[in-house]
């Protein structure tokens, strides 16, 4: 039950050891191989960065699949490929200059997902790719003890490891998730285990495109460098005030019978100790950050009826 995990996304500045900055590339060379390109966060990065006049190679394992093809419609290529499937990761990464790299715990497990982060990683350096940008977690760097934030710190610390030229983002739950809590949607109840006055951040999957964006657009100013970021922060009263919807209790027994132990974990984690993003600090630097009102009214517009 990912939907009921509130947003956040921290990015905290941070030197990395990814090996030397390189310069914006010669047009030719301007391609990115995005993975995850028919998800979320794959999704958002691969249609900014076509926005901004880059090449997309979208990675997949379902060419033909209807988010696949509206993705080539609006100017991707479409790569078949597979994180493990060694082959078909070294032909998705020739000729390309960088790579957005994301993985899926929920569908690979703890140990495939680092399977997989670290193999994407090894067969882009040995391929030569110059910039690679990560989507973690926030606050993968404090040790939570949450299983799905300790594989991205293990990827975040091989990375360095292997000297990649790398940016790393680290987001977590998205505003988008609200959309998949019928309760939310069908009886206008946002339910949680949290208390009310649990301040908590968030991010617009769109956000996280355009950071990622930004990176590929300024090497000399990504490269080895680690961003926890969150565009919005306010309690779980607010956060239903701003949804309009009514904030119920959900015991905690409950909660974990419905969510299981590893979401359970991370909200019993967001109640006693949570992200500590400074979002103000951050919309001074990106004053483009969407806000929780701002998405929600974006929300509205393209579900309203002609």
Known sequence: MRNVA??????????????????????????????????????????????RGWHVHALTRHPHGEAAKKLAAEGAEIVKGNFDDPASLDAALQGVHGVFAVQNFWEAGAEGEVRQGTTLADRAKAAGVRHFVYTSVGSADRHTGIPHFETKWRIEQHLKEIGLPCTILRPVSFMENFLGDRDLLDRHVLRTPLSPGTRVEHIAVADIGRFAAEAFDHPDRWIGRTLDVAGDARTMEEVAAVLGVRLEPFPWDAFEKEAGPEITAMERWFETTGYDVDVSALRKEFPWLTD???????????????
């Open 292 to 306: 929780l009102p701002t998405w929600k009214a974006s929300v509205a517009a393209v579900r309203a009826p002609e």
């Open 6 to 51: 509130v947003g956040i996304l921290v990015l905290a500045l941070s030197t990395l050891g990814c090996g030397p900055a390189s310069g914006p590339p010669p047009e030719a060379q301007k391609t990115v191989l995005v993975t995850g390109a028919t998800g979320r966060q794959g999704g958002a990065v691969a249609r900014e960065l076509l926005r």
